[in-house]
């Protein structure tokens, strides 16, 4: 195929249709009329000799040609991008660049408000926002660009990604001040008895610490399980239960809700987090200078501030 014969703008209407399978929301997204949109993948579909993608009730279905090309050209996309934004210089102070990070409420609670003060701090026009859940499928919304970062205790296993450790993080549990048998410190005895709040399963997740504790021939007695962090301390702080969280939101939320942090008594037990986030992104001047500053912010061993 001659390239010179080839509307290389295409390429990007093929990732946002594939993206969106909606011709409405591909237009949108791109910024082109809907009537515009349509002639565009007709002009795809002589291209590449295919009908590529299917109307359906809701939207438009890939055909199996469609699929073969979504990988190759989201890479070709993300190259150019990569290519273009090295040249370019990233200034914080007028960029109203939008950062998406992914986390389950770890983020949130010890990298997210830390983050906006350092940016206010700065004077940065910079956004962040959070991805509202760990989605099954956050690999691909990292590589379609939807994600910037994610911070999780479990890595992603592709290549495709780079993974940064970010921190280390003890077990600690949070108790009620006047709880009826546990007091200044909690026992491996104390820990098993008493009723847990516990997570949510997230899939096939099955949280680390449970996993220690399975291997050991030991399980935690389940209270409750809720959907989010921040949940447990309203539970524990009115009830007998107790939760374990990481040694940094469990101080936080100690702090917070006039409740006992104890360490766990699992001693030889931590939970690594990671910073993870696509490697065309690699060389993004606007994404290393935010990656820097979560770095930075996340491996300082300072309390956090209410």
């Not at 093929?14 to 349509?38: C, H, V, W």
């Not at 389950?104 to 906006?116: F, R, S």
């Not at 935690?220 to 309203?234: E, H, L, Q």
């Not at 702080?237 to 040694?247: A, V």
Request: a negative charge; proline letters at 5%; hydrophobic letters at 40%.
């Amino acid at each position: 195929m001659n390239l010179r014969s080839v509307d290389l703008n295409l390429l990007t209407i093929f990732d946002a249709i594939i993206t969106e399978l909606n011709l409405s929301r591909a237009a949108e997204k791109i910024g082109m009329t809907q009537p515009a949109m349509s002639a565009a993948l007709g002009r795809l579909r002589v291209t590449l000799k295919d009908e590529l993608f299917v109307r359906t009730g809701r939207g438009v279905r890939p055909t199996p040609r469609a699929l073969e090309l979504q990988r190759p050209i989201r890479d070709i996309l993300d190259r150019v991008s990569s290519t273009l934004s090295a040249t370019q210089r990233f200034d914080p102070e007028t960029s109203e660049r939008v950062f998406t990070l992914a986390s389950i409420d770890y983020g949130g609670i010890a990298v997210i408000p830390q983050l906006l003060r350092h940016l206010q701090e700065l004077q940065s026009s910079v956004k962040v926002n959070i991805w509202p859940q760990y989605e099954s499928d956050l690999a691909e919304q990292m590589h379609f660009g939807n994600v910037d970062f994610a911070i999780d205790n479990i890595p992603i296993t592709d290549n495709e990604f780079h993974i940064e450790n970010l921190r280390q993080e003890r077990a600690f549990c949070l108790v009620r001040k006047g709880h009826p048998y546990i007091r200044d410190n909690l026992s491996l005895e104390q820990f098993l008895e008493a009723e847990h709040v516990v997570l949510y399963p997230h899939g096939d997740r099955v949280s680390q610490l449970d996993e220690y504790l399975i291997a050991r021939g030991m399980r935690r007695n389940y209270g409750i399980k809720v959907p989010s962090f921040f949940n447990m301390p309203y539970i524990v702080q009115s009830t007998d239960l107790i939760c374990g969280l990481p040694e940094r939101m469990a101080l936080h939320f100690a702090q917070l809700f006039n409740l006992k942090a104890l360490a766990a008594p699992v001693e030889d037990w931590v939970a690594t987090y990671y910073l993870m986030w696509h490697r065309g992104l690699d060389e993004d001047p606007g994404h290393k200078w935010m990656r820097d500053i979560i770095i930075a912010l996340s491996r300082d061993q300072h309390p956090l501030q209410l």
